[in-house]
């Protein structure tokens, strides 16, 4: 059983909005902080958001602040990532994960382009 | 942020030889907790990344022993005691003390 499934990766234009899902199974999810990586084609992994298990924390990477918003449901196991004003540099397979990476999602491909 | 490098960044190694990855710090990953948050994680081909180590030295759950970390203040490194043709792939290590939580640059594992 997959652990974390991601959806809702696509080709946005840039300037436009997404929203990931990410669905959790098979572990107490609400007893995890969870997190958003991505990584972009052919780099390296970039942690781009955090947040704490009620969701009352949240932490954001520079790059993505005033931008890019995370939250969670944990009566539907569930944790999204809202990403508006996109750039071409967003450009990447992003990843949702237990902070700490034990669980990790297969990823989604978001791709920024005109 | 904390930097994290990594080293070396290609390791062309012979089926059956040990391999090692070092990786160091800008700051000591040492929580005020106590605890030392530095893993290691796997990333096949086409694959999600893997937690092969977490806490600088534990195993995860299905990690042949194989694979040992080991290290302390700034400077850490990861083992693979005889290189399987599964292990190709690329090795990062990641603190998640501070945040952002940051990784290395990776290290490719390929053979000979």
């Known amino acids: 059983e997959v652990p974390l499934v991601e959806s809702g990766g696509g080709l946005v234009q840039p300037g436009g909005s997404l929203r990931l899902s990410c669905a959790a199974s098979?572990?107490?999810?609400?007893?995890?902080?969870m997190t958003w990586v991505r990584q972009a084609p052919g780099k390296g992994l970039e942690s781009v958001a955090n947040?704490?298990?009620?969701?009352?924390?949240?932490y954001y990477v520079d790059s993505v602040k005033g931008r890019f918003t995370v939250s969670r449901d944990n009566a539907k196991n569930s944790l999204y990532l809202q990403m508006t004003y996109l750039r071409a540099e967003d450009t990447a397979v992003y990843y949702c994960?237990?902070?700490?990476?034990?669980?990790w999602g297969q990823g989604t491909l978001v791709t920024v382009s005109s | 942020d904390v930097v994290m490098t990594q080293s070396p960044l290609s390791l062309p190694v012979t089926l059956g030889q040990p391999a090692s990855i070092s990786c160091r710090s800008s700051?000591?990953?040492?929580?005020?907790?106590?605890?030392?948050?530095l893993n290691w994680f796997q990333q096949r081909p086409g694959q999600s990344p893997r937690r092969l180590i977490y806490?600088?030295?534990n195993r995860d759950s299905g990690v042949p022993d194989r694979f040992s970390g080991s290290g302390s203040g700034t400077d850490f490194t990861l083992k693979i005691s005889r290189v399987e043709a599964e292990d190709v792939g690329v090795y990062y290590c990641?603190?998640?003390?501070?945040?952002?939580?940051?990784f290395g640059q990776g290290t490719k594992l390929d053979l000979k």
């Open positions: 098979g572990f107490t999810f609400s007893t995890y902080w």
């Open positions: 994960a237990t902070a700490g990476g034990r669980y």
């Open positions: 700051q000591s990953p040492v929580h005020s907790d106590g605890n030392t948050y």
């Open positions: 990641m603190q998640s003390t501070h945040w952002p939580h940051t």
């Open positions: 806490q600088v030295s």
């Open positions: 947040i704490v298990r009620d969701g009352s924390g949240k």
